[in-house]
């Protein structure tokens, strides 16, 4: 019942998501059990839980370097939806309910 109200909430917020294959030049590694959750960290430490990634994979380019390449909610004009628009859409949809 729960996870029903969450997922109404959430297409109510923010409609249907379209994701795009985004990529990220990083230093370092594809270290550790689980490179793709890293990526999937980074991706969400530069653009914000709205970014929302997901098939999160990780390739070692050189020594020190790797390419993290992530599915990720697109947005027309930069293929990505900020979190201050995140914000900025929520406040929206909240003044408009009251």
Not at 22 to 29: S, T
Not at 59 to 65: A, E, K, L, P, V
Not at 73 to 97: G, P, T, W
Request: proline residues 3%.
């Amino acid at each position: 019942m729960v996870v029903l109200v969450s997922f109404a909430l959430f297409s109510t917020i923010y409609g249907d998501l379209k994701f795009c294959r985004e990529e990220m030049k990083l230093d370092g590694q594809c270290d550790g059990p689980h490179p793709g959750y890293d990526c999937a960290m980074e991706f969400l430490g530069k653009y914000g839980a709205g970014s929302m990634p997901q098939h999160c994979t990780c390739q070692n380019i050189t020594n020190s370097q790797r390419i993290c390449a992530c599915d990720i909610v697109c947005r027309s004009q930069n293929n990505l939806i900020s979190y201050e628009d995140q914000s900025k859409r929520q406040i929206n949809i909240n003044n408009n309910n009251n």
